[in-house]
């Protein structure tokens, strides 16, 4: 009988979704065949380790692999850290979800020789994070495109660019998306000193989808092996994420530097779309407004009776800001009273405050949350944080379009055929 090997407490130190992902269990039951493949990948860079020594007995062998995963930096090379990162990412129940949701995507019959149910026994092989491993190294483009879709789903804080005018298609040719990732790659090397730039292109009905993968910034981490320090860096994949939709001529970003954001929407512009300046509009992020919940006051309440499956909505956070005269005749914030409640109240708590919209006050950030009508014992909900001129704030779900409708419908988005008439004007 095979024994466990524990963890021990002077390897390597490990962060993040890493540290969960290599731990007793993965390195006890992990198909040697396919680390040993994974490992080739970096045979070069092994030090003090030879593949040959996962050819050993299986307890031999796994006590090897225990040793290198859980060693110090001699032994671990870069690449494989950056490797097991991006595999972790995708090696949980979620991550197998988008596996095969994208493998149904591309028509790749993933695995067949798995589907034999639990006839003898509950099958290892079948655990998300060999799965992610197989994945990674027998099918990387399916890798990638799930990889893509995990970000797209995660991108919570979207920044809005507005296009001057709706309804511009996209023609995307391999060509332009080179294109873009050649402009992007420059960009994102010189910000963090890396040169690894790879662009996933996804068409979801109307609206186009990318996903930027580069290399973020080296950071370092201090590790304890025996009774000595280390300090190692470690250089983790960074997705950012682009979504246009041809519709309203909208540009989404996420997980892009601020300071990034008009030269990414402008490369995109003139690259994808072929029309520069497209997003450099006065109006291109005035996009949202709190105005009409500070004229009615605190007794606003959401319409939503046009939708009948949502349930109920409450207003959980509200942030007053009191302006004064700054810099130019510019104003600024001079303070903020911020209210909080989880059932609904926040908003009409501001009455008992100095708080009186009109004057010099103006609400500056709403946090409201709506709950979906359901049969199942969870109600499904989604909290938005809202804060003009140009942040929405949620994690994007099947209740987006929903949302986005909810805000429009009552009146929290500006109307941008009054600027096009403006322009047009000029």
């Known amino acids: 009988m095979m024994n466990i090997i524990p963890l021990s407490n ?24 396919l680390m040993k493949e994974l490992l080739a990948r970096h045979e070069a860079e092994l030090t003090d380790f030879s593949l040959d020594l996962l050819d050993q ?32 990412e995708l090696g949980d129940a979620r991550g197998l979800e988008i596996i095969q949701a ?35 190294l ?22 809005e660019y507005a296009g001057r005018e709706r309804g511009v298609t996209v023609d995307l040719t391999e060509e332009k998306v080179e294109a873009f990732r050649a402009a992007v790659a420059a960009l994102f090397r010189d910000a963090f000193l890396g040169d690894y730039c790879r ?18 910034l080296v950071s370092t981490m201090p590790v304890v092996e025996g009774l000595k320090e280390r300090v190692i860096s470690v250089r983790q994949i960074s997705h950012a994420v682009l979504r246009y939709s041809e519709s309203t001529g909208m540009l989404r970003l996420a997980r892009i530097r601020k300071a990034h954001q008009p030269e990414v929407a402008e490369l995109f512009a003139s690259i994808i779309l ?34 009948p499956l949502i349930d109920r909505i409450l207003i959980v956070e509200a942030a007053a800001d009191l302006m004064v005269p700054g810099k130019n005749g510019y104003p600024r914030v001079a303070r903020t009273l911020r209210s909080r409640d989880l059932t609904g109240d926040a908003l009409r708590h501001l009455t008992n405050t100095p708080v009186s919209f009109g004057d010099s006050w103006r ?52 109307d941008r055929d009054d600027f096009e008439v403006i322009d047009a004007a000029e």
Do not use: C, W
């Open 274 to 307: 072929e029309r520069p300046g497209f997003f450099d509009g006065d109006d291109a992020q005035d996009l949202y407004t709190l105005r009409p919940i500070e004229r009615a006051g605190s007794g606003f309440e959401f319409d939503a009776r046009y939708d």
């Open 10 to 33: 002077n390897g390597f130190a490990m962060a993040g979704n890493l540290k969960k992902f290599i731990n007793p269990r993965f390195i006890n039951t992990i198909d040697l065949a």
């Open 57 to 88: 007995e299986e307890e031999e062998a796994r006590t090897a692999l225990h040793d290198l995963l859980t060693g110090s930096e001699d032994t671990y090379p870069e690449g494989l850290r950056a490797d097991l990162h991006r595999i972790a």
């Open 363 to 414: 609400l500056g950030e709403l946090v409201f949350r709506i709950l979906f009508k359901s049969e199942g014992k969870r109600q499904p909900q989604v909290t938005v944080k809202l804060r003009p001129p140009g942040v929405v704030q949620f994690r994007r779900t099947q209740h987006e379009a929903r949302v986005m409708t909810l805000i429009e419908r009552n009146g929290l988005m500006n």
């Open 138 to 159: 027998e099918h990387l483009d399916l890798f990638d495109a799930a990889a893509d879709h995990m970000a797209l789903l995660t991108a919570d804080r979207l920044h």
């Open 102 to 136: 994208q493998a149904e995507r591309q028509r790749i019959d993933l695995f067949p020789e798995m589907r034999r149910g639990d006839e003898d026994a509950p099958n290892k092989a079948h655990d998300p994070k060999h799965i992610a491993v197989r994945v990674f």
């Open 199 to 216: 662009v996933g292109d996804y068409v979801d009905d109307e609206e186009i989808n990318l996903v930027v993968g580069h290399g973020s």
